[in-house]
């Protein structure tokens, strides 16, 4: 469990200092957890283009 804590954390933390890194160019970066297929569909679409460095919990209101 505490690696699992540690690699989430660090994705989460990449995703945020990649968003802020990358904005000016109008990249934007997102993670999304657990990771359901249409939530990252959404993410990769022209309709979240102003979405940038926001981690997405996808799992329905379930906790982990």
Do not use: C, E
């Amino acid at each position: 469990m505490l690696t699992y804590a540690m690699s989430k954390s660090a994705l989460n933390t990449l995703s945020h200092s990649l968003a802020k890194g990358l904005g000016a160019r109008g990249i934007t970066v997102n993670a999304v957890s657990p990771g359901i297929a249409d939530v990252v569909a959404f993410i990769a679409s022209d309709d979240a283009r102003w979405i940038t460095g926001q981690v997405i919990d996808a799992t329905g209101g379930a906790k982990l």
